[in-house]
């Protein structure tokens, strides 16, 4: 009788978690940072209007996504002229709870905000542009501690596109990239802000942030780093990406594969499974998969399995399905639209521009794949390896109006630039472009 009260115990907990979890968009690309949900009832149809948008929210211009927790939307939003601003919104109605801005001006091409905050407890963290790292309160609304990643560890100018880190909480400790001339990858402690250790400056400047893998069952840090940008050079001597695998509690790194060919990553690693790791870019190799083993010595290393021109992703990591993954492959000289590779590195298919995906976002939940174009519209999409399963399409963001006819980042990227990470919490979508965070109801 009472194995079988603590076997109901042990199930409602379960229930309760899971539960728990579908509600929930806790940092960027989700909550097992994978672009993965366990939320059910997704809408296999979508009403002629397209699906009901519940509300819409004014946002500055940038690429910050969203992060989710108990019905709190908290988005870092930006203005150029003053700084960051870290905001809370209401999940049900959009409404403003309460916002902590400071002082951060500056302005890189494609202005605006970056990064998706992350949220643990009862703090969320951000980073800004300027790469100010701060710890709120979520009941006090007040700053706990904030740092600077990038001036704390003697960088000086920042980045050509700014600084782009998504905190990443591992246990008691803070995960973010600082990139600077005195640090690689920092963790602090995520009560404190104190720093528990850091690397060794790892390889040029990514705009990756670090990702979890798992390596024969235990949590290894993945850092992605560049290769020498031929158009903003920082020395004559060529030079190759790194990704770098680190102990999460020590920072020792444990391996390296130094022969990545990407000069603008923004892709953070992909868990492949089977000890795999997928690291996909935009400028212009692709993609590539290595798999790391452990030597008789305990060491490990890293082996290229193989890498495609044909399949990458320049502003998100490709989502893994069934054995397939799944990215949007346009850059400025490719356009593949969605694309679907086998984990051997065949090319399954590509939508190339009919319909035209670019630097859009993705999420998987209850089999389908809910996918922003980058542009106006978002798509219901069933994966499939045999072929592009459109299931519904609605245009959610009108033209956007003309920037001005010096604006660069308009001309180039188009007038929309519905590039942020989408979050889906509780039955709801959220999608932003340069003007607009809209909250869409995508279940039944």
């Not at 990545?260 to 000890?275: K, L």
């Not at 174009?373 to 994966?383: N, T, Y």
């Amino acid at each position: 009788m009472h194995h079988r009260k603590a076997l109901v115990w042990v199930f409602s907990l379960t229930v309760l978690a899971n539960s728990a979890s579908a509600e929930d968009w806790p940092q960027y690309l989700g909550p097992t940072r994978n672009s993965i949900s366990p939320q059910k009832g997704i809408l296999r149809t979508w009403p002629e209007k397209g699906p009901e948008v519940l509300w819409t929210a004014t946002v500055g211009r940038g690429f910050g996504g969203p992060a989710v927790k108990d019905g709190k939307v908290y988005l870092l939003d930006r203005d150029d002229k003053v700084g960051d601003n870290l905001r809370c919104l209401d999940l049900a109605n959009g409404k403003e709870h309460w916002n902590f801005a400071y002082d951060a001006p500056g302005t890189v091409m494609f202005p605006g905000s970056r990064s998706v905050p992350t949220v643990d407890g009862d703090r969320v963290y951000s980073c800004g542009h300027n790469g100010d790292l701060y710890c709120i309160n979520t009941k006090t609304h007040k700053r706990v501690w904030n740092k600077n990643l990038w001036k704390d560890f003697g960088g000086d100018k920042i980045p050509f596109w700014a600084i782009t880190q998504c905190p990443l909480v591992y246990g008691d400790l803070l995960i973010v990239a600082s990139q600077a001339p005195q640090a690689g990858v920092v963790a602090y402690d995520k009560v404190t802000g104190n720093v528990k250790w850091k690397t060794e400056p790892l390889g040029l400047i990514s705009y990756a942030s670090p990702a979890i893998v798992k390596v024969d069952g235990k949590d290894h840090v993945v850092m992605v780093t560049s290769s020498t940008n031929p158009f903003q050079r920082t020395s004559p001597k060529d030079e190759l990406g790194n990704v770098v695998g680190i102990e999460p509690l020590t920072g020792a790194i444990l391996w390296k594969f130094d022969k990545w060919e990407c000069h603008i990553p923004v892709a953070s690693a992909v868990d492949a499974g089977e000890n795999k790791v997928l690291i996909a870019g935009g400028y212009e190799l692709g993609a590539l998969m290595i798999k790391v083993e452990k030597k008789a010595d305990g060491s490990y290393a890293a082996a290229e399995l193989f890498r495609t021109k044909e399949f990458g992703d320049q502003t998100k990591p490709p989502l893994l399905h069934k054995r397939h993954f799944y990215a949007q492959y346009g850059t400025n000289s490719r356009r593949d639209g969605m694309a679907c590779m086998s984990m051997e590195g065949e090319i399954k298919w590509k939508t190339k521009r009919s319909p035209e995906f670019t630097k859009g976002s993705m999420i998987l939940a209850d089999g389908l794949i809910l996918a922003s174009d980058g542009a106006r519209s978002l798509f219901l999409v069933e994966p499939d390896p045999s072929g592009f399963k459109q299931l519904a399409t609605a245009e959610l963001f009108p033209e956007a109006a003309a920037g001005s006819e010096n604006d660069m980042a308009s001309r180039v990227g188009g007038r929309n630039q519905n590039w942020a990470p989408m979050a889906l919490a509780d039955g709801k979508l959220l999608i932003r472009d340069q003007t607009q965070l809209k909250c869409v109801k995508v279940t039944q």
